[in-house]
């Protein structure tokens, strides 16, 4: 009997201890630019599942397209006491800003789907994980020149303006077209990546009668109001129309020979890149201060391939 209550006395003793070396469950704050957004709710949709797996608690919050909106949101992250940060960055000036308070507040940041500037970027605290933004307009750009031959009059439709694809995207079109003589930018206006802008956009531009070979876009959700403006007009076989992030949306138009191409975006790996990332700078581990994702082009040819 003594040897039973001695087993016992020492099983409550060590109870405590055993509770203590429990793993501490991990806290993170995520904004991103609009919850409303098709792309960035999918991203959202699987950082929030990664961090699960995880046993991480996700705190989200929309910045509702508000740069200012955002700041708040990273100031109440950093007053609750968050393990990490994660930013969809709506405007690319404020990120040194964005950088500083972490840095200051001793809490590891990263940047996903969206990469500031080298200068907003410290190795250890504050990485990247999204893709070059470039490239996505490269590969546009390069499709649109070899389908006209070098020769015609391009519009470009741009995302929101500072946010780091309208930036990189708009100049990895413009740097492509720049080689072929033939090829000339008679149009660039920003639509927010948003259809609806997109449409008011491209029907001021079938008005004014400028002659247009080709709508290069920042984001399927213009390339898809451009569509509906060019099929309305019945002009749609006469202008190529091209996006970025191949969603469900963009891939049935793909599917239906209604949009001409976009490019496929991982916002799923940005996502779970993210969180990974993020748990491993919370454990003083070592990672890249960019970690790229690749963008991949999608046409009619192989758009089955990313049908989810």
């Given at each position: 009997m003594r040897k039973v209550l001695l087993i016992a006395l020492i099983a409550l003793v060590a109870m405590p201890l055993i509770a203590s070396a429990a793993p501490k469950k991990l806290k993170m704050g995520v904004t991103i630019e609009d919850f409303n957004d098709v792309f960035m709710r999918y991203a959202l949709d699987q950082l929030t599942d990664e961090a699960k797996?995880?046993?991480?608690?996700?705190?989200?919050?929309?910045?509702?397209?508000?740069?200012?909106?955002?700041i708040k949101q990273i100031e109440n992250f950093i007053t609750q006491g968050v393990d990490a940060i994660m930013i969809h960055v709506i405007d690319?000036?404020?990120?040194?800003?964005?950088?500083?308070?972490?840095l200051d507040a001793k809490i590891p940041l990263v940047y996903f789907n969206r990469k500031p500037d080298d200068s907003a970027l410290t190795a250890g605290k504050?990485?990247?994980?999204?893709?070059?933004?470039?490239?996505?307009g490269n590969l546009e750009a390069q499709f649109v020149a070899d389908k006209l031959k070098g020769k015609g009059n391009v519009a470009i439709l741009m995302g929101t303006m500072g946010s780091a694809p309208q930036i990189?995207?708009?100049?990895?079109?413009?740097?492509?077209?720049?080689k072929y003589p033939g090829m000339k930018v008679v149009r660039e206006q920003t639509a927010n990546f948003q259809r609806p802008d997109a449409v008011t956009v491209v029907e001021n531009w079938l008005a004014s009668g400028d002659k247009i070979d080709a709508i290069i876009c920042n984001n399927d959700e213009m390339a898809i109001g451009a569509v509906l403006v060019l099929e309305e007009k019945k002009m749609k076989d006469k202008v190529l129309v091209t996006g970025v992030d191949a969603t469900s949306d963009a891939l049935k138009f793909i599917a239906d020979k209604r949009l001409d191409m976009t490019v496929f975006q991982n916002g799923g790996a940005q996502g779970r890149g993210?969180?990974?990332?993020?748990?491993?700078?919370?454990n003083k581990q070592t990672v890249p201060t960019f970690t790229a994702i690749p963008f991949e082009p999608v046409t009619f040819d192989n758009y089955t391939k990313y049908m989810k």
């Open positions: 797996k995880s046993n991480i608690d996700i705190i989200a919050a929309d910045g509702k397209r508000d740069p200012n909106e955002q690319q000036t404020i990120a040194p800003r964005i950088s500083k308070m972490c504050v990485v990247a994980v999204a893709s070059p933004e470039v490239v996505a990189g995207r708009t100049q990895g079109s413009k740097d492509i077209l720049a993210a969180v990974q990332t993020a748990i491993k700078l919370v």
